[in-house]
């Protein structure tokens, strides 16, 4: 005589694979999830862009309102390198525009060795410029 368990592991073992197959998304569907995230997270950035200074960098929202920083915070390099990535899969022209905007304030710190974390703040940034647009002007 077969055990409650084992009619519940043999229902589950013949189920499960249908299931789990029946819910796997097709490549369509997950590439029009990853191009509605992408162009989401575009328009996120474009809120971002038109709430900080030009001179500035993102850092956080807090209590309402935008906090911004300057070229020498740490991860000042995240914006332009995040706009970058957005650039690469979009090709949108007004998202290389703002990366290279931000690229242009943050050029002082390349060589800004006032703490370890110089390469948070130039490869994000500059890293992925050069990567993507192989100018070796960025590079230098």
């Given amino acids: ?34 191009d509605d995230n992408m162009q989401f ?20 929202f807090q209590k309402g309102r935008s906090v911004t920083s300057d070229t020498e915070w740490w991860c000042s390099g995240f914006y332009p390198g995040t706009l970058w990535y957005l650039y690469e899969y979009t090709q949108d022209p007004a998202v290389k525009a703002e990366a290279e905007r931000r690229l242009a304030i943050l050029e002082k710190e390349k060589r800004y060795t006032g703490n370890h974390d110089i390469g948070f703040m130039i490869y994000c940034s500059f890293g992925n410029a050069y990567r993507i647009t192989g100018d070796k002007n960025i590079k230098t």
């Fill in 1 to 34: 005589m077969t055990s409650t368990f084992g009619k519940w592991a043999l229902a589950l073992a013949l189920f499960l694979p249908a299931a789990t197959q029946a819910q796997q998304p097709s490549k369509s569907d997950m590439r029009r999830l990853i």
């Fill in 41 to 60: 997270a575009v328009k996120q950035y474009q809120v971002l862009k038109d709430s900080t200074p030009a001179d500035m960098m993102p850092r956080t």
